[in-house]
Nanobody, 119 residues
Framework: QVQVVESGGGLVQPGGSLRLSCACS????????MSWYRQAPGKERELVAT????????SYADSVKGRFTISRDNAKNIVYLQMNSLKPEDTAMYYC????????????WGQGTQVTVSS
């Protein structure tokens, strides 16, 4: 049974930090590209950061470059998103995604964790 479970969201003041975690099970985590997406009310879901399964370049949305860092622990099947210097415009539901290119159906989502940046 595939599980993708995000945690670590919450309310934080502007300029603060949060670390999101995404614990995965039920699939070969190390073979999957792991990504974080976010969706603010009334807006489309947007890609925040992507980390390849092995090697390759990590990519970030321009809006978070220099502030957010994605990382993964293949031994623990967890992907993280360290978010620093948070801004009110970072407020959104954050979703974890696992996908394996060229494998039909190998695309999994978590339920999301809410991040609210407000004073």
């Amino acid at each position: 049974q595939v599980q993708v479970v995000e945690s670590g969201g919450g309310l934080v003041q502007p300029g603060g930090s949060l670390r999101l975690s995404c614990a995965c099970s039920g699939f070969t985590f190390s073979s999957y590209v792991m990504s974080w997406y976010r969706q603010a009310p009334g807006k489309e879901r947007e890609l925040v950061a992507t980390m390849p399964s092995a090697g390759g370049d990590i990519s970030y949305a321009d809006s978070v470059k220099g502030r957010f860092t994605i990382s993964r622990d293949n031994a623990k099947n967890i992907v993280y998103l360290q978010m620093n210097s948070l801004k009110p415009e970072d407020t959104a539901m954050y979703y974890c995604n696992a996908h394996r290119p060229r494998y039909l159906g190998a695309n999994y989502w978590g339920q999301g964790t809410q991040v609210t940046v407000s004073s």
